[in-house]
């Protein structure tokens, strides 16, 4: 069993245990991350339909295609290294 996955659940699970108050503020926490996540989303979203993002795609293709590295090619480009290999994929 994945250890960090178990001590996620078992802090967790402290944490909605303990009084309304702490439950409340473990609540609002997961609100504020979930909206974070969101805010991130609306701004990739925000970045593809100005050109910026597919412009980061092509320089990432441009660099895998002359042998660059994953890491570097996140680097320059801007993408992370998951959107990375994505593209890397495509390529094969």
């Known amino acids: 069993m994945n250890e960090p996955i178990l001590e ?20 609002m926490r997961q609100k504020a991350l979930h909206d974070e996540a969101s805010m991130l989303a609306g701004a990739r979203e925000e970045g593809e339909s100005t ?11 441009k660099l895998l295609n002359k042998g660059m590295g ?3 090619t996140a680097e320059v480009s801007g ?7 994505q ?3 495509t390529l094969h």
């Open 79 to 85: 993408l992370s290294l998951e959107e990375v290999r």
């Open 87 to 89: 593209l890397q994929n």
């Open 70 to 72: 994953l890491d570097m």
């Open 8 to 27: 996620k659940a078992m802090t967790t699970l402290e944490f909605l245990s303990q009084d309304a108050e702490a439950r409340r503020q473990y609540d």
């Open 51 to 61: 050109g910026e993002y597919k412009k980061a795609k092509e320089v990432a293709l």
